[in-house]
């Protein structure tokens, strides 16, 4: 599926994010989106996402690259989900604007899915990499998680911008690379906190047996609000 902003898109879109049941009056998934700068582990928080909670949820993937399939290619040649729950959207653009200006082409990826595979409890949409101001349309999704990691350096808490300070949940990667790329967890902890005040901050490694377990207790969190409320909030 390619974004092409010359195109016409089908004006079909009836399940959008403000509304937590389908036209059938079923509830749709809970949707979650995952941004965050290039090489700061989206895809592979997205990976270990789907191997924690696969056996408990039905699970489906929206990734975004701009001219490629990698991201989606990536989760098919790790078997974290079965091929028809991963679906690849090509922006053709700058990755925020297939997830907050134009959402037409997520949108349309994350209907087909729940139309073809049924019932859905989650499903994660994936941004392509971008910058700190990266943030996605509550159209589109119902909650957003942004990822960041501590190679990036430990002022990227305390730069802020929208990612940072906005997203429901902010995630600190790759924290085992600490030690050898000088970067202060507790510093970054304490200028998360500043920038962020009660939303919640996760700091994760990948590479630890259950690393992503905050993020995924997280994601538990929300799907509970979701099913019982009605609402992520």
């Not at 989206?42 to 699970?59: E, F, G, N, P, Y």
């Amino acid at each position: 599926m390619h974004l092409d902003h010359a195109g016409v898109f089908p004006h079909r879109h009836t399940d959008s994010a403000a509304q937590p049941a389908r036209v059938d009056g079923s509830r749709r998934a809970l949707r979650i989106g995952l941004g965050g700068p290039v090489g700061s582990g989206k895809t592979a928080t997205v990976a270990a996402l789907c191997r924690a909670l696969r056996d408990q949820l039905s699970i489906a993937v929206v990734t975004n690259d701009i001219y490629t399939r990698e991201d989606a290619e990536f989760l098919l040649r790790s078997a974290v989900l079965p091929p028809e729950r991963i679906q690849a959207v090509e922006t053709g653009a700058c990755p925020h604007t297939a997830i907050r200006d134009d959402i037409s082409a997520n949108l349309e990826a994350v209907e087909q899915l729940e139309q073809m595979l049924g019932h859905l409890d989650l499903i994660l949409v994936e941004s392509g990499g971008d910058n700190l101001t990266a943030t996605f349309s509550k159209g589109l999704v119902d909650a957003q998680i942004f990822v960041i990691d501590v190679a990036g350096g430990d002022d990227i808490p305390r730069k802020g911008g929208p990612g940072i300070t906005t997203a429901d949940l902010l995630v600190v990667n790759k924290t085992d690379l600490a030690p050898h790329v000088g970067s202060d967890l507790k510093r970054m902890a304490t200028d998360a906190k500043a920038k962020r005040g009660d939303l919640p901050v996760a700091f994760t490694s990948l590479t630890a047996q259950d690393g992503i377990r905050p993020v995924a207790d997280w994601v538990g969190e929300r799907l509970t609000a979701w099913t019982t409320v009605g609402t992520a909030a």
